[in-house]
Nanobody, 126 residues
Framework: QVQLVESGGGLVQAGGSLRLSCAAS????????MGWFRQAPGKEREFVAVIMWSGRNTDYADSVKGRFTISRDNAKNTVYLQMNSLKPEDTAVYYC???????????????????WGQGTQVTVSS
């Protein structure tokens, strides 16, 4: 069992920055991939970024590449999403997720993840 708790969301003006955190508890954090997804009102949940267990391999959605950075601190059981140059279209509830099973490369699909946090709201005003 893994518990995930996101924090760091809020209201920011376009062009601003936020850093989301996701604290994990339960099974060995350093052994599985972690992802960030988001869901805007009226839209499907979409992939944002993923980081593998070692932290060396990452992948991003094209819409956030160059603006967002995913990282992890295995000693603190925490994954981060640094979001810079935010745009109004980044407004969404952001979720972190854990891929416990593994063996799926760099997972980008929500069904490849086993555990989810409750989400944190990010609102970017124009």
């Amino acid at each position: 069992q893994v518990q995930l708790v996101e924090s760091g969301g809020g209201l920011v003006q376009a062009g601003g920055s936020l850093r989301l955190s996701c604290a994990a508890s339960g099974r060995a954090f350093s052994s599985y991939a972690m992802g960030w997804f988001r869901q805007a009102p009226g839209k499907e949940r979409e992939f944002v970024a993923v980081i593998m267990w070692s932290g060396r391999n990452t992948d991003y959605a094209d819409s956030v590449k160059g603006r967002f950075t995913i990282s992890r601190d295995n000693a603190k059981n925490t994954v981060y999403l640094q979001m810079n140059s935010l745009k109004p279209e980044d407004t969404a509830v952001y979720y972190c997720a854990a891929d416990i099973q593994g063996g799926r490369g760099t997972p980008r699909r929500d069904y490849e993840y086993d555990y989810w946090g409750q989400g944190t709201q990010v609102t970017v005003s124009s």
